[in-house]
């Protein structure tokens, strides 16, 4: 008995917790009398087939620091954004439409200081890289000798293309316009 005088049973082996309750049961992990679970999980059965086909044919998007989410359009054509009124075209700060140069925009990726990098693409002789500041809304462009390379990169840092290799620097639009070298002016 307690102060209260109620009876109780001190458990003190794991054979003496095991008992026929439908709500409790011993964990000997944890060693510890736990909840029982009473439901069936209703998770989501899919393969890594179906999973990677979707993750494929997915349109990128990009979470800024505000909660506005931008996305390419259904065509790929141009930059859209949300912030809460439905989508809307994105524009520069002359009013511009961020669209792709040529053909469609291959991905897109936001890096911490607000600088969206979207390759572009016409699957044949234009290539090249769009860089547009969501913050100072300027866009740059360069072309590129090939197809862009992916766009993941460590450090916060975009692709920018400096001759024939691709270098990641992070900030400011380049005070001139990008070409690689070896093309005339």
Not at 48 to 54: I, R, W
Not at 149 to 160: A, E, I, Q, S
Not at 164 to 179: E, H, I, M, N, S
């Amino acid at each position: 008995m307690d102060i209260n005088n109620t009876p109780y049973f001190l458990l003190r082996t794991p054979e003496e917790f095991s008992q026929a309750s439908v709500r409790l049961q011993w964990h000997p992990l944890r060693q510890a009398l736990t909840l029982a679970q009473n439901q069936q999980l209703r998770l989501p059965q899919s393969s890594a087939a179906v999973a990677l086909a979707a993750w494929d044919a997915a349109t990128p998007l990009a979470l800024d620091d505000f909660g506005q989410i931008g996305r390419l359009s259904a065509d790929r054509s141009q930059v859209e954004f949300n912030s809460g009124g439905g989508f809307l075209p994105l524009q520069d700060v002359l009013l511009n439409k961020v669209r792709a140069p040529a053909g469609t925009f291959l991905d897109m990726n936001l890096n911490s200081h607000g600088l969206l990098a979207l390759p572009f693409s016409d699957a044949a002789e234009q290539h090249g890289l769009l860089l547009f500041h969501l913050g100072k809304r300027w866009q740059t462009q360069c072309p590129l000798p090939e197809a862009a390379p992916g766009l993941d990169r460590p450090g916060g840092t975009h692709l920018v293309p400096r001759g024939k290799p691709v270098d990641g620097v992070p900030g400011q639009p380049p005070a001139t316009a990008l070409r690689p070298r070896g093309n005339p002016v």
